[in-house]
């Protein structure tokens, strides 16, 4: 529903006119999803938030019901430190560590909001388009055998109120974190540009729009050649300052053209500058002012012909290679080798593999571009994690959220290679911290109150596609066809003990089959053999309830599927403590009797320290790479000083689906 209104006073005719469009859009069929509508806000629209066109939408509300409601502040859910990774993390002391967030970043921003005000010198997102479809990706396993899985899902049932909405939420926030000379840079393409571009000029104010980048993300060939309407292979990029006029922080982006040379090895078309030593082209004054053209003389970049025009010179540039290059300033046509689409780019690059996923060039440019050197890059739809592997190689420091675990995982194990790659530096920030929600505090975060578990209970059981029976004993809380289903709401893990109690309840109440939901797990769960876990005579199933479900407003649809058997044996022998990864795979998605039982792991390590609580930092790590698909079984890392031996040791696990364990293994001693 598009609609006019304005805060001037407008003339009863007119008035009358925009009351029969709102009539109209009042009859109209109610299962069409309501549009966002424009209105003109007043001002005087030259700069600053509050001036030119905005948008509405059925529920927009205030920008203040984003930090509150009407009780007071929202719960905020908070996040915990669970991963300290990199090069040497343990030895690590800097100030500032880098930071991957796993979670929804509506809450990510409300988490950093406060500590990171006015700190951020750049914040790149590639959000959802609006597209209505879930984007596919094929995982392959150690073993080379594909899982289809879901990266992310773009899909806004609630019509495109929904998706403008969100994006208006996170945007008010991110604002928010930007540095007085910071900038902000949109990806989007032609379903949400105009959106996008309304929303931002209602934020930021339109005086603050400084650029529309067009990026030809393909050639246009195949589908896009043969359809109905001329290919369309461009992406925009927009760009906003936070204050208006604001100097980019970083260097302005070129491009280079190699100078062919005549036969003496002279660039042609040039001519030589004996002051300056060095080649240069020429190009008529064009609008240069008056006191334009003096400053450039001054420079040295002036040549008058002998007819008494003005032309300005334009150096060439001596590569490394011994080749002449012309600079050229670049446009907002971004069509050039630096930026080519992600099928021309490396290996390397393309064997990450996930839906949407951005060229190193881009962001390269973008990076460079819009941050200074040591500047801070803030990525909060981060995918793949190509923000911050460029950001990490420019010596940026840099943030980044994603609710999606299949994200996360390809964005930690892209760093953890960067870190490699670099180890030994002094120059760039080596380590990374990971944080998930805090499990103690996710559900009074989600929950109105924040202490009611039925409503948390009810959305779980509705997901998992199980029905509430609110008779049954106060540990059986639904039906799934004919098997009894327990959802934990306690901030801790599962633990066995109560698996055990729930299954034996299930037996009195006549079920042969038990489901047991929850978010942790008691370690020694992890430990179930292939057979499962039977009780009473009753079969258990163990089932981690995805982030999506835990969280409402999580767009991320990944899968259920039961809790790993995970098999690790640890045992010291001569000052060093040897960890033996023997199996790790779970029903439903890799049979456990596969060739390879390591085939389902995408990265695990060893913390020798074993202290629970702390963030897990690995002494020793095996991940896959696409040039070794497969990890290490086994490894060795210094035991603990003879006066105090260490009793157990913690083993984190990640699946290639991006959910990741943490272990807590008793040192077995002779």
């Given at each position: 529903m598009f609609c006019m209104r304005s805060h001037h006073r407008v003339p009863r005719s007119e008035r009358a006119a925009f009351d029969t469009i709102d009539d109209m859009a009042d009859t109209s069929d109610s299962r069409v999803p309501k549009r966002p509508a424009v209105r003109r806000r007043g001002g005087s629209g030259t700069g600053g938030r509050g001036s030119g066109l905005e948008l509405t939408w059925p529920g927009k509300g205030d920008p203040a019901a984003i930090l509150s409601t009407g009780d007071g502040p929202v719960a905020r859910t908070a996040f915990r430190c669970i991963e300290r990774l990199g090069c040497d993390a343990a030895a690590d002391r800097a100030s500032w560590r880098d930071r991957l967030f796993h979670g929804d970043n509506l809450d990510v921003l409300r988490f950093i909001g406060a500590e990171l005000a006015g700190a951020v010198d750049l914040i790149y997102i590639d959000p959802p388009f609006d597209i209505g479809l879930d984007f596919g990706v094929r995982v392959p396993m150690g073993d080379g055998t594909p899982i289809e899985t879901t990266a992310y899902s773009d899909r806004w049932t609630a019509g495109a109120g929904s998706h403008a909405h969100m994006m208006w939420e996170r945007l008010h926030l991110m604002r928010g974190l930007l540095k007085p000379s910071g900038c902000l840079f949109l990806h989007c393409d032609w379903r949400s540009s105009a959106v996008m571009r309304l929303i931002l000029d209602e934020i930021f104010g339109p005086a603050c729009f400084r650029n529309e980048i067009v990026w030809r993300r393909a050639p246009n060939l195949g589908r896009q050649a043969a359809s109905n309407q001329l290919g369309r292979v461009a992406e925009s990029i927009l760009v906003y300052s936070a204050r208006p006029g604001t100097r980019f922080a970083g260097v302005a982006p070129t491009r280079s053209q190699v100078v062919p040379e005549d036969a003496n090895g002279r660039p042609r078309g040039t001519q030589w500058d004996d002051e300056r030593k060095g080649y240069f082209t020429t190009a008529p004054r064009g609008d240069y002012t008056d006191e334009s053209v003096a400053r450039l003389r001054a420079q040295g970049r002036i040549h008058d012909t002998a007819s008494g025009n003005v032309y300005v010179k334009y150096f060439l540039r001596k590569g490394d290679d011994g080749r002449w290059y012309k600079d050229h300033p670049v446009d907002t046509i971004w069509d050039d080798p630096d930026v080519r689409p992600l099928r021309h780019c490396s290996r390397e690059e393309l064997a990450v593999g996930y839906a949407t996923q951005k060229p190193e060039g881009l962001l390269r440019r973008i990076i460079s571009w819009g941050s200074p050197p040591g500047g801070l890059v803030a990525d909060l739809f981060c995918g793949s994690g190509t923000t911050g592997v460029v950001a990490a190689k420019l010596g940026r420091r840099w943030i980044m959220a994603d609710a999606s675990p299949l994200a996360i995982r390809i964005a930690r194990s892209r760093l953890l290679a960067e870190a490699e790659k670099v180890e030994g530096a002094t120059d760039i920030v080596r380590t990374f911290d990971v944080f998930h929600p805090d499990p103690g505090r996710v559900h009074a975060a989600t929950e109105p109150g924040g202490n009611d578990a039925t409503p948390h209970r009810r959305r779980v059981l509705e997901a998992f596609g199980a029905c509430v029976r609110d008779s049954l004993d106060p540990l059986l809380h639904g039906v799934l066809v004919d098997d009894a289903v327990h959802v934990s709401v306690a901030p801790g893990r599962l633990e066995a003990s109560t698996v055990e109690t729930a299954a034996r309840a299930a037996a009195r109440a006549?079920?042969?089959?038990?489901?047991?939901?929850?978010?942790?797990?008691?370690?020694?769960?992890?430990?179930?053999?292939?057979?499962?876990?039977?009780?009473?005579?009753?079969?258990?199933?163990?089932?981690?309830?995805?982030?999506?479900?835990?969280?409402?407003?999580?767009?991320?649809?990944?899968?259920?599927?039961?809790?790993?058997?995970?098999?690790?044996?640890?045992?010291?022998?001569?000052?060093?403590?040897?960890?033996?990864?023997?199996?790790?795979?779970?029903?439903?998605?890799?049979?456990?009797?596969?060739?390879?039982?390591?085939?389902?792991?995408?990265?695990?390590?060893?913390?020798?320290?074993?202290?629970?609580?702390?963030?897990?930092?690995?002494?020793?790590?095996?991940?896959?790479?696409?040039?070794?698909?497969?990890?290490?079984?086994?490894?060795?890392?210094?035991?603990?000083?003879?006066?105090?031996?260490?009793?157990?040791?913690?083993?984190?696990?990640?699946?290639?689906?991006?959910?990741?364990?943490?272990?807590?293994?008793?040192?077995?001693?002779?």
């Open positions: 006549g079920f042969q089959g038990l489901h047991c939901l929850a978010d942790r797990f008691d370690p020694a769960l992890h430990r179930i053999g292939p057979a499962g876990l039977a009780i009473g005579g009753v079969s258990v199933r163990l089932v981690p309830i995805p982030w999506h479900v835990l969280h409402a407003r999580c767009a991320d649809r990944s899968p259920w599927s039961e809790l790993p058997h995970i098999d690790v044996v640890a045992r010291a022998d001569a000052g060093r403590i040897r960890v033996d990864l023997r199996r790790c795979s779970w029903r439903g998605l890799h049979a456990n009797d596969a060739p390879d039982p390591l085939a389902a792991v995408e990265w695990w390590g060893i913390d020798r320290l074993g202290i629970d609580g702390g963030p897990f930092t690995p002494a020793w790590q095996s991940r896959r790479t696409w040039r070794c698909p497969r990890v290490e079984s086994s490894a060795g890392v210094p035991d603990a000083e003879a006066s105090e031996p260490a009793t157990t040791v913690r083993v984190g696990v990640m699946d290639v689906l991006g959910r990741l364990w943490h272990l807590e293994v008793a040192v077995e001693r002779a």
